[in-house]
């Protein structure tokens, strides 16, 4: 069954706060291969004048899957999971990424339309630090394939 398109402009509730941690982003930069040592060292991080270190600008992502749980799951929604692929995802920062940042996600459905006979999902979400300022926003598109 097509998805509705009346769930654009749905917004679901903030994510639980998500402290980044620094070896969370050392994992996360290990394994995209970005071996820049901003991304490991927090040394090397602050002579380049960041606070601590860096977040490769892609560790979004790992929140955005966390904060996308409630929509993938809505079963208002009704959207089968078992035929989704993703299609596509975009960052944009209004600042980097630290260690130390308690940040917090709203996901919105942007839009929700059929394109050769299948559902395309466009989601983002609004990254905030624990004082509501704002740090980023993720766009994400899911296709849900026909039966």
Not at 25 to 30: G, K, L, M, P
Not at 78 to 89: A, F
Request: no cysteine; proline share 9%; hydrophobic share 45%.
């Amino acid at each position: 069954m097509p998805l509705d398109p009346a769930f654009a402009g749905r917004v679901y509730p903030p994510t639980e706060p998500y402290e980044v941690g620094r070896e969370k982003i050392r994992e996360f930069a290990a394994a995209v291969g970005a071996d820049h040592p901003a991304h490991h060292d927090p040394n090397a991080a602050r002579a380049l004048g960041h606070r601590d270190v860096l977040a490769p600008p892609t560790f979004l992502a790992v929140l955005m899957q966390r904060a996308t749980d409630p929509v993938v799951h809505d079963p208002e929604l009704g959207l089968d999971y078992s035929r989704v692929v993703h299609r596509d995802q975009r960052f944009a920062f209004t600042r980097p990424v630290y260690a130390g940042d308690v940040l917090r996600l709203v996901v919105h459905i942007d839009s929700v339309k059929a394109l050769a006979g299948n559902d395309v999902l466009e989601l983002r979400a609004e990254a905030r630090e624990a004082g509501d300022e704002p740090v980023a926003t993720i766009r994400m598109s899911l296709v849900s394939r026909t039966a």
